[in-house]
């Protein structure tokens, strides 16, 4: 069975939603996807790949990209080594830690990043959400330090939506792009999330 899925045009994360919507119906078959820009891609490759699906990348042009993703049997589970991490995940929405002075928030957040590479385990996952992102696209003291992190493994999550709004979209350093549904999953699967 093939089922197609017309996402152009849609915001994030609808496209990554109705394709699980359509994967979810099937036992074996196949979904075709399009899309309309690069972002979108990478999150349903994304969605693939957490679902354990084959995916890949049958037609790609200028506003049209179509993913074939293939849900049955036969698909290999790639596990990653986890000894160092643990079940958490740690959510920041701004390039400042704490209220009140600005100038000291910036301060304490890369110095909360940078203890972060010093103490184990690692949490698996970090998302970076409205002016969070700016750690992982300009402030050169925090790449540096998410890129020890991803290094060891964890995950560094970067919302497309708030990298387009500020313009830093072309600027990401460390990590990759995700979208709102990706955050909501896990957020509601990690053991425990920590808000920055």
Partial sequence: MIIEVDA??????KPV?????????LEEGVVITTVDNNIAKENILKLAKSLNCESMVIKEEE???SIEIKKGENVIIEKKEESDLEDKCI?????KMGLGNDELGQVLIKGFIYTLTETKPYPKQILLVNGGVKLSAENEATIENLKILEEAGVEILS????LDYYGLKENLQVGTVTNMYTIVESMKNSANTITI
């Fill in 17 to 25: 939603i109705n394709t699980k919507k359509e994967l979810e119906k």
């Fill in 91 to 95: 959510y920041i929405s701004s390039d």
């Fill in 159 to 162: 919302c497309g939506t708030c």
């Fill in 63 to 65: 506003n049209l990209i």
């Fill in 8 to 13: 152009r045009g849609l915001a994030c994360p």
